[in-house]
């Protein structure tokens, strides 16, 4: 899929492998929102802990939030992981949705800390927001284009503009993951089916038969065509013998 920018892209100097200083505040920022909030962190927190210096620190990273967005390359790497299921033509419409789904929340939950930081960020920094926003955008183009395959297949019927309905869908996600509650178990999976539910009828609505066959299994009505018909059983010569 064509994505947006990484995360580092708001790194003032292009990451190096065994840059430590780096990777020592990075690290500082992640324990600081495993343990709070991004609000409460500041920038000499990050760097007492981290063992560097203020102006280290701006080497790096303009702010809190682009520092956030350097850490945020797990995340964008969770989300392509879980988006490449929707492409999946060995599996059904319906399992794909669902194996999205289930990894968006996987990923969602296993690194929650992390979303919530990037939520706090966002709402903080303009920047970070047309980051995100370019994200979710680079995601558009791919998922409109698998519907439109789809529909051309005759696996999914005629709908609304086929970016329209990506883009729609793609935001109910987002908001879906931005809602959810750690502590909140049943509506986390609640949720996740009822977004699943949502996106599947949504493209597939008005052919649940396509739903259920995955897209790269074809009828094979031609070889069915040509195949040989059966012969007919011979009928047996002797007189059936009636017993009273």
């Not at 690290?27 to 203020?54: C, K, P, Y």
């Not at 999914?156 to 959810?180: F, H, I, K, Q, Y």
């Not at 066959?213 to 069915?224: D, L, N, S, T, Y």
């Amino acid at each position: 899929m064509a994505l947006g920018r990484q995360p580092d892209a708001f790194d003032r100097r292009p990451p190096h492998r065994g840059d430590r200083r780096r990777a020592a505040l990075l690290e500082a920022m992640d324990a600081f929102l495993r343990e709070g909030d991004f609000e409460s962190v500041t920038i000499a927190d990050i760097t007492a802990r981290a063992g560097v210096t203020r102006p280290a620190f701006y080497f790096y990273f303009e702010n809190k939030a682009a520092c956030v967005a350097a850490l945020g390359v797990a995340v964008y790497q969770d989300v392509v992981a879980a988006a490449d299921h929707l492409f999946d033509t060995t599996a059904t419409p319906g399992e794909r949705i669902e194996r999205m789904v289930d990894g968006l929340f996987a990923a969602w939950e296993s690194r929650e800390y992390l979303y919530r930081a990037a939520l706090e960020a966002r709402r903080a920094s303009a920047p970070l927001r047309e980051l995100w926003n370019g994200y979710r955008e680079s995601f558009v183009a791919p998922v409109a284009t698998m519907i439109d395959d789809e529909r051309a297949a005759g696996r999914a019927p005629a709908g609304p503009d086929s970016t329209t309905l990506a883009r729609m869908l793609l935001d109910l996600g987002d908001r879906t993951l931005e809602s959810l509650d750690p502590a909140d178990r049943p509506g986390i999976r609640s949720r996740a089916e009822a977004l699943a539910a949502i996106w599947l009828r949504s493209i597939y609505a008005g052919a649940p038969a396509a739903a259920e066959a995955p897209a790269a299994a074809e009828a094979p009505a031609a070889a069915e065509a040509s195949a040989p018909a059966t012969p007919p059983a011979r009928k047996g010569r002797g007189r059936s013998r009636v017993t009273s």
